[in-house]
Structure formats: C-alpha cells, structure tokens
C-alpha cells in the first residue's frame, strides 16, 4: 500500500505566498514522477506541475513563473513553492506520484488533497 500525505495549505492574501509538501510512504520500488494537481468548484482537477525522477518539469501555463516544483528522490518528498497568489489559484491541491509497486507494476496513487484559499 502505498500513502502520499500532504502538507502547508490555508488561506492567504493575494501576492501572497504557500509552500504545499506531499510525502510519500509505504511498499513500492521506485517512483517515477511527482506531482500536484488542482480542483476548484464547479471545474475538473488539472495538472498543476509535474517532475519526472529524470528532473523533468511541466507547468501549467497560468502559473509559470509563479510556482516551482522540486522533488527529494531520496525522500520520497515533493514541494510546490506558490509565489504571487491569484485568486484563481483557489482550489483543493492533490499530490500525485506514479509508483512501482510488486506485483502490479505502475499504480497511481493520489493524497487526499488540500485546500487552499486565496482571498483579500
């Protein structure tokens, strides 16, 4: 079984800043990439920022140059540094990791989100 628990949301002022981190725990072999998504009301969850185990990084347009992804491979860990809050960033934030897991070989494995909120 394999667990990712997130970390570091709430509520903060626009051009504020968030710092979410997302561990990874539990039976598996290897990831292959880290990452976040989002989902606010009314709308589908989207690919936030993704990094391969090769240092690969994918953003969404809207929050490049805003918001920078790292990941500690020996950690399991991945972080998601969130700079110059939107009010359109508002949304639960899921981690999400492709895992190697015996005997099954790749399972996607989601946490169980985080809100937050960007408000005046």
């Known amino acids: 079984q394999v667990r990712l628990v997130e970390s570091g949301g709430g509520l903060v002022q626009p051009g504020g800043s968030l710092r979410l981190s997302c561990a990874a725990s539990?039976?598996?072999?290897?990831?292959?990439?880290m990452g976040w998504y989002r989902q606010a009301p009314g709308k589908e969850r989207e690919l936030v920022a993704r990094?391969?185990?090769?240092?690969?990084?994918n953003y969404k347009d809207s929050v490049k140059g805003r918001f920078t992804i790292s990941r500690d491979i020996a950690k399991n860990t991945v972080d998601l540094q969130m700079n110059s809050l939107e009010l359109e960033d508002t949304a639960v934030y899921y981690c999400?990791?492709?895992?190697?897991?015996?005997?099954?070989?790749?399972?996607?494995?989601w946490g169980q989100g985080i809100l937050v909120t960007v408000s005046s």
């Open positions: 999400n990791a492709q895992t190697i897991v015996l005997p099954t070989g790749i399972l996607e494995v």
């Open positions: 539990g039976r598996f072999l290897a990831i292959n990439h």
């Open positions: 990094i391969t185990n090769r240092n690969n990084i």
